[in-house]
């Protein structure tokens, strides 16, 4: 498997091990990942509050880029994947404001086609009946009798029509990862709730307690 690895700016900041993780599992697996260097920011929604069509524009963007290498875009940052998604669907839906993206686009040298690639969580490759079965040839010291708790992410999951899962409100794609992986999967009602992102510029508090609740 081969795919146009977009990294968003968080894993190469404030959560280096997950930039790490990701690159020594994609070598485990025998994944090729060829790094998009020259995308940039998703804006994490908060770009698109002020200026809609920046936002589209610089997601589309980075989605033209993966295009122009043939390859299918995986992200390793939820918000970045429900992001781009949300972009593409506003984008195609539209063609006199998907020519107005890519008048914008065009000064770069870049062009938004539209359905040729899909947008993806790393984690969600690795959920797929591809990704499991890989998996389960790789598995060296099975991780038996370890507890692990999965927290998908709001924007992996809703809006539920551009979901990444057949059931956004009770999805399994990571606890089967975990049972292949021989760790026992365990279930909580925060799992599939917000984090409490999207308003920490607002209500640091209110996030904060979000953020809390997933780990209490």
């Known amino acids: 498997m081969k795919f146009a690895l977009f990294t968003g700016c968080v894993a190469k900041g404030a959560t280096r091990e997950l930039m790490l993780s990701t690159m020594k599992s994609a070598e485990g697996l025998g994944i090729e990942f060829v790094e998009m260097k020259s995308a940039s920011c998703c804006g994490a929604g908060v770009v698109s509050e002020k200026n809609p069509l920046l936002a589209d524009a610089l997601n589309a963007r980075t989605i033209s880029i993966a295009e122009e290498q043939g390859l299918d875009l995986v992200t390793i940052c939820s918000t970045c994947q429900g992001i781009l998604k949300k972009t593409e669907c506003h984008v195609d839906s539209d063609p006199v404001y998907k020519e107005k993206i890519n008048n914008v686009l065009e000064g770069g040298g870049h062009n938004y086609a539209g359905g040729k690639i899909k947008i993806q969580h ?23 009798g370890l507890k692990t708790a999965a ?38 009602e925060s799992r599939t709730k917000c984090c409490g992102f999207p308003i920490v510029m607002m209500n640091k508090d209110a996030s904060h307690d979000m953020a809390g609740n997933a780990l209490i």
Do not use: H, Q, W
Not at 126 to 144: M, S
């Open 151 to 188: 927290f998908y992410g709001c924007y992996v999951l809703r809006p539920s029509e551009l979901s990444l899962y057949e059931d956004p409100d009770n999805p399994t794609g990571m606890e089967e990862i975990f049972e292949i992986l021989g760790a026992t999967p365990v279930y909580y």
């Open 122 to 144: 790393f984690a969600n490759v690795l959920a797929t009946e591809e990704g499991l079965n890989l998996l389960r040839t790789k598995v060296k010291r099975p991780l038996t």
